[in-house]
């Protein structure tokens, strides 16, 4: 059997997101202020304390159940491609294979500007998103490349 024959079903998944929510919140708040989180985390770092036992439990169980709420959240609900998300997604293996020139490019052009940090990575941002996949997009159009990044 399969990853792909694998079909969680909706009320399964949905159960865990509710039991996740409901039960693991709490948990979580219990573990916090119950163990002295506000004192130090250093028992929640590790060692034999009852504190890194919980979180360790609780972590566990919170992921799980909210990875299979997601799960069947997005495959029922949000299963479905507009325009955009199906260029980027045509896109997404030429923006990978190619990023990392384009970005050192870039960024070596944006060297002598003078910008706060975050706001000059918000601006390499903006600008490096449609460079990279207009040149996937490019790439993906000359002829044996676009069999390669399909």
Same mark, same amino acid.
């Given at each position: 059997m +399969?990853?792909?024959?694998v079909?969680i079903? =909706? ?5 865990w /997101?509710? !039991?996740?929510?409901?039960i *693991? ?10 163990g002295?989180?506000l ?7 590790? +060692?034999?304390?009852w504190?890194?036992?919980a =979180?360790a439990?609780?972590e566990?169980? /919170?992921? !799980?159940?909210?990875c299979? *709420?997601?799960?069947?959240i997005f495959?029922?609900?949000f299963?479905s ?5 199906k ?9 990978y294979?190619f990023?990392?020139?384009i970005?050192v ?13 975050l706001?000059?990575?918000a601006?390499?941002v903006i600008?490096?998103?449609?460079v ?5 997009a ?5 002829p044996?490349?676009g069999?390669?990044?399909?």
């Open positions: +399969g990853i792909q024959e079909n079903p =909706y009320s399964f998944g949905i159960i /997101f509710k !039991i996740a929510l409901w *693991g919140i709490p948990f979580w708040i219990a573990i916090i202020f119950g002295g989180a004192k130090g985390m250093a028992r929640y770092n590790g +060692g034999p304390y504190q890194t036992a =979180y439990l609780w566990s169980f /919170f992921c !799980i159940g909210i299979l *709420g997601l799960l069947v495959r029922e609900k299963n491609q507009g325009r955009i998300s260029f980027l997604s045509k896109n997404a293996f030429a923006v294979v990023h990392a020139p970005l490019i870039l960024s070596m052009l944006a060297w002598d500007i003078a910008f706060y940090p706001l000059k990575m601006l390499m600008i490096a998103l449609p990279c996949f207009g040149i996937g490019l790439i993906r159009k000359i044996g490349f069999r390669l990044f399909c």
